[in-house]
Structures are given as C-alpha cells and as structure tokens.
C-alpha cells in the first residue's frame, strides 16, 4: 500500500466494514448503506487530502460518494 499512515487507516475501517465476515449490520439494511457509504466518502476525502494537501472546501464537493453493483455471491 503506497499512502500515508492516514489513508491506511481509513482503508482499513472501510474493508473491515465491507469484508464478508462482518455481521455486525444485516448487508441488506438502511443501515450497512449509510455506514458503507460514510466510511468510502471518508477513505476518498482522506487520499485526497494526502495527494493534494488540505483543501478548504472538500466537504463541499465530496459530499456524496457511493458505489453501484453487486455484492459478492454467496455460497
């Protein structure tokens, strides 16, 4: 992984959460969604911030960051 000890971290939280091993919230709820999508918005900002430095108004445009398709098949 190239990316500073920041953006590990982030990336960590968000494959932690998205791993097919964690049941801590039914893959199916409203709620697995707005944890989903709330740690990938903060993994994006935060490489974008290690890129780039501090940018003033990257919670104006990162508001919303979400991904389409499906989820890995199951056996």
Do not use: A, C
């Not at 992984?1 to 959460?17: R, Y």
């Amino acid at each position: 992984m190239i990316g500073s000890p920041s953006v590990f971290k982030k990336l960590m939280q968000f494959h932690d959460n998205v791993r097919i091993e964690n049941t801590d919230i039914p893959r199916d709820s409203n709620e697995w969604s707005l944890r989903h999508d709330q740690l990938l918005r903060e993994l994006v900002k935060e490489m974008r911030r290690d890129i780039y430095g501090k940018e003033k108004d990257i919670d104006e445009y990162i508001s919303t960051v979400h991904l389409v398709g499906r989820g890995p098949k199951r056996k």
